[in-house]
């Protein structure tokens, strides 16, 4: 019992933060997108456009889809490296979108290599509440 015991406690505690806090971040891009833009709300239609759409930025990775596959869901392959990606969507078990920092870094890097640029808040919500569309899936 005493070595199960951490580990229970551990898991107790890390399962309903790890279900919350995609939710949460979604809650603070759409707050920041709400400023620039007044009374936004983030739609899982234009997260799965901007998800698929095919740009001119990179030829090998003209879109989100190409690491990430159609349904993000479930895992993807890296299309340069081959390097297996774990499911984008917050899947049961997944630690997607509960670290701002790694989220944040993840976005600068993979905005300014397909779209060319930083993706904005608004882009970033629309994203996310599609991607919680694709959870279980
Ligand atoms: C060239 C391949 C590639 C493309 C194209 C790509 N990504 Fe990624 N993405 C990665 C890799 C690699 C990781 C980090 C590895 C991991 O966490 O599994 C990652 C991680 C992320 C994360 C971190 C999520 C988290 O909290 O763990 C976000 C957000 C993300 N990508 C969004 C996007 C978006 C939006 C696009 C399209 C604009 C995109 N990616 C296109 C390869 C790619």
Same mark, same amino acid.
């Given at each position: 019992?005493?070595? %199960?015991?951490? #580990? #229970?406690? &551990?898991?107790? %505690?890390? !399962?309903? /933060? ?7 971040? #979604?809650? /603070?891009?759409? $707050?920041?997108?709400? =400023?620039?833009?007044? @009374?936004?709300? $983030? &739609? ?7 998800? +698929?759409?095919?740009?001119? /930025? ?6 989100? $889809? ?8 479930? @895992? @993807?392959?890296?299309?340069?490296? +081959?390097?297996?990606?774990?499911? !984008? $969507?917050?899947?049961?078990? &997944?630690? =997607?979108?509960? *670290? ?8 600068? =890097?993979?905005?300014?290599? %397909?779209?060319? =640029? ?7 919500? *629309? %994203? ?10």
């Amino acid at each position: 019992m005493r070595r %199960v015991f951490p #580990l #229970l406690a &551990s898991l107790i %505690v890390a !399962l309903p /933060a790890a279900a919350e806090a995609p939710a949460q971040m #979604l809650s /603070a891009y759409a $707050a920041e997108a709400g =400023r620039a833009q007044p @009374g936004f709300a $983030a &739609s899982a239609e234009r997260g799965r456009q901007f998800y +698929s759409e095919k740009r001119s /930025a990179a030829e090998k990775m003209p879109s989100c $889809a190409t690491c990430h596959t159609d349904n993000p869901g479930a @895992g @993807g392959k890296h299309v340069i490296t +081959s390097k297996p990606i774990e499911a !984008l $969507a917050p899947v049961a078990g &997944s630690t =997607r979108f509960t *670290d701002t920092a790694k989220t944040e870094k993840w976005f600068r =890097r993979n905005c300014k290599e %397909v779209v060319g =640029r930083e993706c904005t808040a608004a882009e970033k919500a *629309d %994203v996310l509440r599609f991607l919680l569309t694709k959870v279980g899936a």
